[in-house]
């Protein structure tokens, strides 16, 4: 089945250093992935998705590229914020009518002043 | 931005009884989700629906029942509530109109005595 892994559960950074938080999957379909934010006590959030493969696409200062020779969809951002202090999880679909997504294991980005 | 809201926000149940979580939207999305959340663990698929009347088991059913009386409405339900089954539970929609992005609600703690 389908599987997604991300390696570091918690990553801690000073406010306006690079962050990478990696992501890689496995599936027998045609990727379409995506990064979700959850801030502390709220909701999980869209925060980027693709499909293409070697295709950058970015939003709100985050960026992503889907490698599928390397099955990877890495987020980057090259300069943190306090603001981006949350959860990040990355996400399979398995591009069927019901849109079923696998989630990773979360990664938790803390940000430091 | 979809609107997505669960009731109760909290949950505090005694095990062996029975707990009804719900899900109500307003965006008209065919297929709804529940999840629940654990550390460790990101988001794990419990039960979806494709439309009204219709449930399908996720990747961890058991122990959990849904109910899709309306486009609208998501339940899942609880019948013999354990103390693993303590999480955080959220309800997403979405479908092909939202380009596959999933909408989620504000979540439910359920903590099982």
């Known amino acids: 089945g389908d599987s997604v892994t991300q390696t570091e559960g918690l990553v801690t950074l000073t406010k306006g250093l690079p962050v990478m938080l990696n992501c890689t999957y496995q599936t027998t379909y045609s990727p379409f992935l995506f990064w979700y934010v959850q801030h502390l006590n709220e909701a999980p959030k869209l925060l980027l998705k693709?499909?293409?493969?070697?295709k950058r696409t970015e939003h709100q200062g985050f960026y992503a590229t889907l490698h599928k020779s390397s099955s990877s969809f890495h987020l980057q951002k090259s300069s943190v914020q306090l603001s981006d202090s949350a959860l990040y999880f990355c996400a399979l679909s398995d591009r069927g009518s019901f849109n079923k997504l696998t989630f990773g294991a979360g990664t938790r980005l803390a940000v430091c002043p | 931005e979809a609107a997505v809201t669960q009731s109760p926000r909290n949950k505090v149940a005694v095990t062996g009884g029975k707990v009804t979580l719900s899900c109500n939207q307003t965006n008209n999305h065919n297929n709804m989700y529940w999840y629940r959340q654990d550390t460790g663990h990101g988001l794990r698929l419990i039960h979806y629906?494709?439309?009204?009347?219709?449930?399908e088991k996720g990747d961890i059913p058991d122990g959990y029942k849904a109910s899709r009386p309306s486009q609208e409405n998501f339940s899942l339900i609880l019948e013999l509530a354990t103390p693993s089954q303590t999480s955080v539970y959220f309800c997403a929609s979405g479908d092909a109109q939202s380009q596959d992005t999933q909408y989620f609600g504000p979540g439910t703690r359920l903590l099982v005595l």
């Open positions: 629906s494709y439309g009204a009347g219709s449930t």
């Open positions: 693709s499909s293409t493969d070697n």
